[in-house]
Nanobody
Framework: QVQPVESGGGLVQAGGSLRLSCAAS????????MGWFRQAPGKEREFVAG????????YYADSVKGRFTISRDNSKNTVYLQMNSLKPEDTAVYYC?????????????????????WGQGTQVTVSS
């Protein structure tokens, strides 16, 4: 129903910033909570940040809280992840994912297996 496509990854020095974008096809974008996940080589995919269908609720992993900001623009079918004060440990492939909740559920899910659609990922590399 929706196909997320990530962009904006790249190479950045520690302490720098990047802004990731996730554009999603489909006509029911506002029915989905959206999340950002990341996966480093040899490690499991982990939750980074999530946002409710209307954008009013957000939730962040402790490792990025205060540094990353998630937002969405439903008129553009787009979700953003502003990443500041980047650290080498942030290096990973970043994935955008959609979780169907209709227009009722506001709690953000952090579970990978509860998300229905996934993008292809975009590489973020932070050098020291």
């Amino acid at each position: 129903q929706v196909q997320p496509v990530e962009s904006g990854g790249g190479l950045v020095q520690a302490g720098g910033s990047l802004r990731l974008s996730c554009a999603a096809s489909g006509r029911t974008f506002s029915s989905y909570a959206m999340g950002w996940f990341r996966q480093a080589p040899g490690k499991e995919r982990e939750f980074v940040a999530g946002i409710s269908w209307g954008g009013g609720n957000t939730y962040y992993a402790d490792s990025v809280k205060g540094r990353f900001t998630i937002s969405r623009d439903n008129s553009k079918n787009t979700v953003y992840l502003q990443m500041n004060s980047l650290k080498p440990e942030d290096t990973a492939v970043y994935y955008c994912a959609a979780h169907y909740v209709g227009h009722t559920i506001l709690k953000i899910s952090t579970a990978t297996n509860e998300y229905d659609y996934w993008g292809q990922g975009t590489q973020v590399t932070v050098s020291s």
